[in-house]
């Protein structure tokens, strides 16, 4: 019986080297000279230092382009909300989505039942696998999900004949 499983991954390589890239550029453009901006990748997720508000938006926006152009996905990322550090500093923490949790993979499940195609859905930790009969419906949920603008990106890896 056919089937593929609908995940939720982040490739933290890219994410590592769009974060480089964005301390890069901070740390030489002129308009961010002598700010002591930092952008750095933590076990937390990736954060953000500045001097001023308007530098650490700046600073927001060097890094969803890095991310944008190594194909990063924004929905991959949440937080980042701009918050006092002390010192006349501002800080901001994203975190990391890395894997489906067992809410959104319900939420998929439903949106997958739904549909009203002749497939199953079930749920193994952070992967849901969808089966079903003929490869056309499979196909189909396929479209489907890509078609939803779901608050995660959802890849589909692990199709089986």
Request: charged share 30%; glycine share 8%; proline share 3%.
């Given at each position: 019986m056919p089937s593929f499983d609908v995940v939720s991954r982040v490739d933290l390589q890219e994410v590592r080297n769009?974060?480089?890239?964005?301390?890069?550029?901070?740390?030489?453009?002129?308009?961010?000279k002598g700010t002591g901006t930092q952008v750095r990748l933590t076990d937390?997720?990736?954060?953000?230092?500045?001097?001023?508000?308007?530098?650490?938006?700046?600073a927001i926006e060097v890094l969803k382009e890095r991310l944008?152009?190594?194909?990063?996905?924004?929905?991959?990322?949440?937080?980042?909300?701009?918050?006092?550090?002390?010192?006349?500093?501002?800080?901001?923490?994203?975190?990391?989505?890395?894997?489906?949790?067992s809410e959104a993979a319900r939420e998929v499940s439903k949106k997958i039942r739904d549909m009203g195609i002749k497939v199953q859905a079930q749920i193994n930790a952070d992967v849901v696998r969808v089966s079903g009969k003929k490869r056309d419906e499979l196909q189909s949920v396929i479209a489907e999900l890509r078609g939803l603008?779901?608050?995660?990106?959802l890849q589909f890896v692990n199709y089986r004949d």
């Open positions: 769009a974060v480089d890239q964005a301390a890069r550029e901070t740390s030489t453009r002129y308009d961010f937390e997720g990736i954060a953000l230092e500045s001097s001023t508000e308007d530098r650490l938006k700046a944008v152009h190594r194909k990063v996905s924004l929905k991959s990322i949440a937080g980042g909300a701009i918050q006092p550090a002390g010192g006349a500093r501002y800080k901001a923490l994203f975190i990391l989505n890395r894997g489906l949790d603008d779901y608050r995660l990106p």
